[in-house]
């Protein structure tokens, strides 16, 4: 409702993610619902409907009985170049197949969808823009994700599981789905969305803003992670105090910073939508999850350039604990001598569930595509920004008339108006 809120919301995205080394899979439910919002009411006030209603009463629920959600955004979408209503298959989008009385009946697929498998809601949003006739492809709206005529397709992801050297770090993976409706029914008082073709877009968009929000908060926490990783494989190793080390961490804690600004950034330019939700800066969010994306790899080289090859080439967790190699491993392990045996083994073991591990690898596309990829932050950034504003302060210190005015901060986004 507020910019406090929003500082908030990204404060505790970011711990949270620390506390669990990873993502808290909570911020896509609360993101798609800011979305819906502010587009349910807009979708009232336009066309007399009931959307912005079922909203409150869905969003009293969730709060009341505390309640996780999925969005499910991301559809199939079939041939890339060709439009929803162009596929072969109309399907390969999720849309309407008939209204009834009582409410609608949909068919599709989402995918990408992470968390569906264990929360109490799934969230279904457009994926895109709309054209006029594409009406049947604009709709959102919420069932639980044990619906009947709904289908998870899952796949689960989490660190190795340790038999003895147990730790936090092991105790949290993350799922995705492709998630099916198959002739789904949606009630009607579930539904935030039907048919309002230039609101399909908005919604898509604004799920984006906020969850790229919510990214310079936990791609933070992720940044800090692989940052405090390399600090200790340095002091580990002894070479902390070598320039070179310490110019690699100051260019890694610059990231993270430079990622949570730009999300306090985003709350202190916000404005309130007609609904009262608070909407964060475009600009501000999109650049912060672009730099986040665009780091990562440099993250990661940075850990495996510090912490050497030990991080892939460790042996296995039973030769610490084997009665003949153990009394081996826990003298050949020695580094600096201060720092026991166990905590060498402990910090390279988790460097490897973090890098050289099936978790490792999917992180490493996770943390890329997560929320957007850099590609599409760009675009947004591109649409975003008023380029005449800086066209005519240059124009204006080069003695070349313009028109408008130069002195002023705030950004006019059309597809916010």
């Known amino acids: 409702q507020n910019m406090e809120d929003l500082l908030l919301k990204q404060k505790m995205t970011r711990l949270y993610c620390q506390e669990v080394g990873g993502c808290i899979q909570r911020c896509m439910g609360i993101d798609a619902l800011n979305g819906i919002s502010i587009v349910s009411y807009e979708a009232d006030q336009k066309y007399g409907t009931k959307y912005y209603e079922n909203f409150k009463k869905f969003m009293e629920r969730v709060q009341k009985e505390d309640l996780a959600l999925n969005c499910a955004q991301t559809d199939v979408k079939g041939n890339r170049p060709w439009r929803p209503h162009e596929q072969k298959d109309p399907d390969l989008y999720l849309r309407v197949v008939e209204k009834r009385a009582d409410g609608i009946i ?78 789904v029914f949606v009630p009607w008082e579930r539904v935030f969305l039907c048919g309002e073709t230039e609101l399909a877009g908005k919604l898509a968009l604004l799920f984006a803003l906020y969850h790229r929000h919510s990214y310079t908060g936990c791609k933070a926490a992720l940044s800090e992670i692989l940052t405090g990783a390399t600090a200790l494989a340095a002091e580990y190793n002894g070479i902390d105090r070598a320039q070179h080390v310490r110019h690699t961490l100051a260019d890694m804690i610059q990231v993270v910073d430079l990622i949570f600004a730009a999300g306090v950034a985003s709350a202190l330019y916000s404005k309130k939508a007609p609904s009262g939700t608070c909407i964060p800066d475009s600009n501000f969010c999109n650049a912060g999850r672009m730099l986040a994306g665009e780091s990562i790899y440099g993250e990661y080289e940075a850990l495996a350039a510090i912490s050497g090859g030990l991080t892939a080439t460790l042996p296995a967790e039973a030769d610490f604990y084997n009665e003949k190699t153990k009394p081996y491993l826990e003298k050949y392990i020695m580094r600096v001598p201060e720092i026991p045996a166990e905590y060498q083994h402990r910090a390279f073991r988790l460097f490897q569930d973090m890098m050289a591990s099936a978790w490792g690898g999917h992180k490493l596309i996770d943390a890329l595509h997560g929320g957007g990829s850099p590609v599409i932050e760009k675009v947004a950034i591109y649409r975003d920004h008023d380029w005449e504003r800086s066209k005519n302060i240059v124009k204006k210190l080069g003695g070349i008339p313009y028109t408008g005015s130069t002195k002023t901060f705030e950004r006019k986004i059309p597809w916010l108006s």
């Not at 109490?120 to 069932?143: C, G, N």
Request: overall charge negative; proline content about 8%.
């Open 106 to 183: 949909v068919n599709g697929a989402k995918a990408h969808n992470s968390c569906s498998v264990y929360v109490d809601e799934i969230v279904a949003i457009p994926t895109r823009s709309m054209t006029p006739e594409e009406k049947d492809w604009a709709v959102a709206f919420a069932l639980p994700a044990d619906w009947e005529g709904i289908t998870i397709i899952n796949v689960a992801y989490y660190p190795p599981q340790r038999r003895q050297l147990h730790c936090p770090y092991e105790n949290f993976g993350i799922s995705h789905s492709i998630t099916v409706f198959d002739h």
